[in-house]
């Protein structure tokens, strides 16, 4: 019996709604009351990767997309302006862009609340430039719930007149160029915006090369935030004064060169922060401020890095990247109090030495969870300092090197990630007996000794992990590294701490109390 007929046309709509759209064009085919029952949904979803195999060529990419781009095209005239709630259409191939943003206007006019481009590629062989236009309609609908929009190749948002998104809740926007003007008018004419996605963007002000423009992200509504500028688009001609008064983010991204000034930092209500400021071009390129392994900024500078922080400060949760590592580095004096940090991840690389870690260890009095991604560290006369490192390091007189940091640490669990991580070939396993300890130390013989230090210095430990990575030798590594922490002292700050090596496979895990 067929009960699926008996349902109403509504609900039989409902249903088409969650199938991929391609096999919702199929069922009209079934009888004639189906016929028309697609042109009702709703819920439009495209995916050019079920619809074609791989292409094996350039030119069945090109046949495979406009086949792709006029099925789109006919659903959209088939459907008329019946009423209409998202519509996604995700291109893994080569799809026009420009065809794509010709879509738009008709369905701002069909009322949709949820539109979702996601482009991963624009035509190969075509001679425009890159950085279509979006329309300028796009800004000023009533109706607009969800607005996200990639486009590999880049759009231009350039508006004239007002800005109005009165329901607009998240807003995605991915390698995009507009001025700094245009910026803020948007951002004004979202009232109610929870989400905030910003990346790849690329400042379009020729008025950046004379004097620095005020970029402003004020939105009281506001709960997640994600600010981040690529390496590919900084430019050393462009300065930008940054002001965020956001009292309700919760969550927030940042990934940066140090703004000209940070006019106002006000996140009071932040519990979780991913952070990568970096440095300028030009910061970069000065050998007076820059050298191999440390950076030193201007006083200026420190002070703006010190703003921002000072307006992170509530965080609870905080993930420091190696480029804010390294900009840490040159703010040790100034660096604010962390009284609600509770956990910390710290991205370590080789190049990258250990001097912040000090300071930023002794900002956080109230810290539970250090987590290492990586545990490298190279070895520079700072690490004979005592607050210049957090290796285990000798004084000319052969006495080991003080790290109060340590001993007054508020830590309990100590985790690090990829600890069999190597790197430009530099971690030897085999150099875990090795006793060499000079130049650049990358085996895991130092990662180890690092472990010891911790276990020896920090007296509120209560667990240490660490997590390796999956290797062809994996198991003769971690019996070395299981061997070598049987040989741990017992007299430690810490002689209760649980210390757990893990691993993917579950058979080559152990805890040394085992």
Request: proline share 5%; charged share 25%; with cysteine.
């Amino acid at each position: 019996m067929d009960r699926i007929s008996d349902l109403p046309n509504a609900l039989i709509c409902h249903i088409l709604s969650f199938l991929p759209i391609k096999e919702a064009v199929s069922t009209s085919v079934l009888a004639k009351r189906w016929k028309p029952l697609f042109l009702d949904q709703p819920n439009l979803v495209f995916d050019d990767s079920i619809y074609f195999n791989p292409p094996t060529s350039y030119k069945e990419k090109l046949t495979n997309a406009r086949s792709f781009m006029r099925f789109v095209d006919g659903v959209l005239a088939s459907q008329g302006n019946a009423p209409l709630n998202k519509f996604k259409l995700v291109g893994n191939f080569v799809v026009d862009e420009l065809w794509v943003l010709e879509w738009i206007p008709n369905l701002l006019k069909r009322g949709v609340s949820d539109i979702h481009l996601n482009i991963s590629s624009f035509w190969a062989d075509s001679d425009r430039s890159k950085f279509d236009p979006l329309p300028p309609e796009m800004f000023v609908n009533k109706t607009l719930v969800s607005l996200t929009i990639i486009f590999e190749g880049g759009v231009n948002i350039n508006v004239e007149g007002d800005v109005s998104l009165p329901k607009l809740k998240i807003l995605h926007l991915n390698y995009f160029k507009t001025t700094t003007s245009t910026f803020n008018k948007i951002l004004s004419g979202c009232h109610v915006l929870e989400e905030l996605a910003l990346t790849n963007l690329m400042w379009d002000d020729e008025a950046l090369e004379v004097e620095p423009c005020l970029v402003t992200v004020s939105i009281p509504t506001l709960k997640r935030l994600m600010f981040c500028r690529y390496e590919k688009y900084d430019d050393d001609n462009q300065a930008v004064s940054l002001s965020f008064d956001n009292p309700n983010v919760v969550y927030m991204e940042y990934s940066d060169t140090i703004a000209d000034t940070y006019q106002q930092m006000s996140f009071g209500s932040l519990v979780e922060a991913k952070l990568g400021l970096r440095l300028t071009p030009e910061q970069l390129d000065n050998n007076e401020w820059f050298d191999e392994y440390e950076i030193d900024l201007f006083p200026n500078e420190m002070s703006n890095v010190t703003n921002f922080l000072n307006g992170v400060r509530n965080v609870k949760i905080l993930h420091v990247n190696v480029n804010m590592l390294w900009v840490l580095g040159s703010c040790r004096d100034t660096m604010p109090a962390f009284n609600n940090l509770l956990r910390l991840t710290i991205e370590t690389k080789p190049e990258v030495i250990w001097k912040a870690l000090p300071a930023l260890l002794r900002s956080c009095p109230n810290l539970v969870t250090l987590i290492f991604k990586g545990l490298h560290h190279i070895n520079t006369d700072r690490c004979k300092d005592v607050d210049g490192c957090l290796c285990r390091e000798f004084a000319g007189n052969w006495e080991e090197v003080a790290r109060p940091c340590l001993s007054s640490s508020s830590v309990k669990v100590i985790e690090i990630l990829n600890f069999g991580e190597t790197l430009d070939n530099h971690d030897d396993e085999d150099d875990i007996d090795d006793d060499d300890n000079g130049g650049l130390v990358y085996c895991l013989r130092e990662k180890i000794d690092h472990v010891k230090l911790f276990l020896k210095k920090m007296p509120n430990l209560e667990q240490v992990r660490m997590h390796f990575l999956s290797s062809d030798n994996e198991e003769d590594v971690m019996m070395k590294v299981f061997k070598k922490l049987q040989q741990l002292p017992r007299v430690v700050a810490s002689p209760n701490c649980n210390i757990q090596v893990l691993s993917d496979n579950l058979s080559l895990s152990f805890n040394t109390s085992d």
